[in-house]
Structure formats: structure tokens, C-alpha cells
């Protein structure tokens, strides 16, 4: 039912809850996984004219911090036998570029983490997840993490 799951992931504990539940569906469907890692390139927009100075610096630790956390969760997913992608792109309108992927990859399903941010931060930041489910037209499974789980709480394989 599900041949191409996509996990966009951003290296939190909180995704990591959503690559728990992409594991489990596929192993249920037997499907492949995408794991897709975005990264805006111009995150301070919007607060000075000129801000190149420190700009490819930002987007070297972001790719990394990216390659790092697409690294643990694919070998996490190998280890269980789920055949696994990895894409790092840049775009700084999220889920457009999520769109796109599920276009371009055939995508029958995105499992994808959600924050829960509430008040003055969701204003500030926005939600992805609510954007996403407004642009794409698969199935989107939300997770959140657990309310008992600390957010810097280490996790362990599901």
C-alpha cells in the first residue's frame, strides 16, 4: 500500500519519534524509505541587507550536521533490513521542496515529526507540518513525541 515512505528529518529527538513509526510501517508494508533532510540556506532573511559574511560557513555545519543525522538513521533502518535513501536539499520554503520530492520520487506516504509549537513560536516559526499537509496530496502521518519524553532525551531503537 505503501511501496515509498518519506521521513523529512532535521536531526531532533522529535524526528527521531517519526523514524520510529516509518521503521514499523515498513516493515508492515514493506516498503522502501526515503529519509529527506532540507536545509534552508538563507535562514536569517529578512534582518539585515547584507548577511553573506558567515552564510557558507552556515551552509558547511548545516550539510554536516545534515550527512550526520541521515547517517544514523539509515543505519538504524539498514539494521532492520528496510531498504533506505538518503537526499540532503537545499530550499528555503520547506514544503515546497517536499512537494517536489513527492512528485519527482513517487512518494505513497510522508511520516514526518511535528514540533508541537503553540503561541508567540508558532507565530514566529510557523509549522511546517500544517504547511506540508496544505502542499502535498498523499497520506502525511504526524508524530509528536511522547509527552513523558524530555526533548533532549536520548533515544533508543524501537
Known amino acids: 500500500m505503501y511501496a515509498h515512505i ?3 528529518i532535521d536531526g531532533t529527538p522529535t524526528s527521531q ?3 520510529r513509526h516509518a521503521k514499523a510501517m ?8 526515503l529519509l ?5 540556506p538563507y535562514p536569517f532573511t529578512g534582518i539585515g541587507t547584507d548577511l553573506a559574511y558567515g552564510q ?3 551552509v558547511v555545519e548545516a550539510n554536516d550536521q545534515a550527512q550526520q543525522a541521515l547517517q544514523q538513521a ?15 536539499l537545499e530550499g528555503s520554503v520547506v514544503q515546497n521542496t517536499i512537494s517536489q520530492v513527492v512528485q519527482e520520487r513517487d512518494i505513497s506516504l ?20 500544517d504547511r506540508v499537509l ?9 508524530v509528536r513525541r511522547p509527552a513523558d519524553e524530555p526533548e533532549d532525551a536520548p533515544q533508543e531503537a524501537a
Open 6 to 8: 518519506m521521513v523529512p
Open 17 to 19: 519519534c517519526a523514524i
Open 26 to 33: 515498513a516493515q508492515a508494508f514493506g516498503s522502501s524509505i
Open 36 to 40: 529527506l533532510y532540507v536545509i534552508d
Open 56 to 58: 557558507a560557513q552556515y
Open 74 to 88: 539509515r543505519q538504524e533502518l539498514e539494521a532492520q533490513g528496510i531498504p533506505v535513501e538518503t537526499l540532503t
Open 110 to 129: 510522508i511520516v514526518m515529526a511535528s514540533h508541537g509549537r503553540s503561541g508567540l513560536e508558532k507565530l514566529l516559526l510557523g509549522s511546517t507540518t
Open 134 to 142: 496544505g502542499a502535498v496530496h498523499v497520506p502525511v502521518l504526524v
